[in-house]
């Protein structure tokens, strides 16, 4: 049976000045599912995990998450239903530990961030998740690092940590593996993986390493000029020749500037 739709656009819209970055892009994403979008550079894709997670506000269109309308709340409404997104920039604290970045991300959801005074008790379940997904991506053994020390694919991996420490049920992934090494790529994607399928999670993935979109995606959507060009299994991305026209088109463009 097909998973239920966790997440759907309709008609969303974003412009900046007189140029549509996002144009009237309508789509459907289903729990559980590792949902890549891809597209060329400046096709909209950051722009439109900013307007899932509030980070920007839509000109038109809507966001219903879970059956609720989130088009218009801010980035901490949108976190408090379980969204959770990373950057395309790496985004952690360089001089505090791997460990205290964490437990900064599961502090930032906690009711009482504010409060001078917190109860011993609160902090010590901060701590004690801040550990659990320290294991859970890895990096248990320089947990205690700053986290300037780390190098770069650990850096991604904390900030996966990040990203997973408020436990989200949808994550927006914005090139995760952007900067890494290329032998480094299979085994973050791994843990995306295994924290998707084996923690029941939606995760949508921008990504431009089209092996990791292939290989580990259950859709694809297409992204070019703001507005969605198809849609599909990854077999049928690879076969879509508009696609391949976008792409190429791209890559002659690279080539020739
Ligand atoms: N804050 C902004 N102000 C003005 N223009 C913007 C802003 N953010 C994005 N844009 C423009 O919107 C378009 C889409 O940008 P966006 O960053 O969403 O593309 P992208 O698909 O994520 O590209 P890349 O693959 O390079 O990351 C680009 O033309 C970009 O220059
Ligand atoms: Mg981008």
């Known amino acids: 049976m097909a998973e239920p739709i966790i997440l759907e656009t309709h008609n969303l819209r974003r412009e ?3 140029l549509v970055a996002v144009d009237g892009v309508s789509l459907q994403v289903r729990a559980r599912t590792l949902h890549s979008i891809i597209g060329p550079n400046g096709a909209g894709k950051t722009t439109f995990f900013n307007l899932l997670s509030g980070n920007l506000k839509p ?23 379980g969204i959770g997104r990373s950057f395309q920039i790496t985004n952690i ?13 599961c502090q930032a959801l906690g009711r009482d961030n504010f409060r001078f005074w917190k109860s011993h008790r609160r902090l010590q379940q901060y701590e004690e998740r801040a550990w659990t997904v320290v294991n ?27 990203i997973l420490a408020p436990d989200p049920e949808l994550l927006l992934l914005d090139e995760p593996t952007a900067g890494m090494a ?3 790529v299979p085994e973050l994607m791994a843990l995306i993986q295994t924290i998707q399928a084996g923690g029941q999670k939606t995760v949508m993935l921008v990504e431009h390493n089209m092996n990791v979109v292939m290989n580990y995606s259950g859709r694809i959507t297409v992204m070019h000029h703001g507005a969605v060009l198809a849609e599909g299994a990854p077999s049928e991305i690879a076969a879509n020749e508009m696609v391949q026209t976008a ?3 791209e890559l002659y463009r690279n080539v020739i500037e």
């Open 182 to 184: 290329s032998e480094q």
């Open 247 to 249: 792409y190429l088109g």
């Open 16 to 18: 900046f000045g007189a």
């Open 93 to 105: 604290f360089p001089n505090l530990t791997v460990l205290e970045n964490i437990r900064l991300s």
């Open 59 to 81: 000109t038109g269109g809507r966001i219903v998450y879970k059956g609720q309308d989130i088009t218009r709340l801010p980035v901490h409404k949108t976190a408090h239903l």
């Open 136 to 162: 859970q991506v890895g990096l248990a053994e320089q947990a205690l690092l700053p986290a300037r020390m780390l190098p770069h694919g650990a850096q991604r991996k904390l900030e996966l940590g990040m």
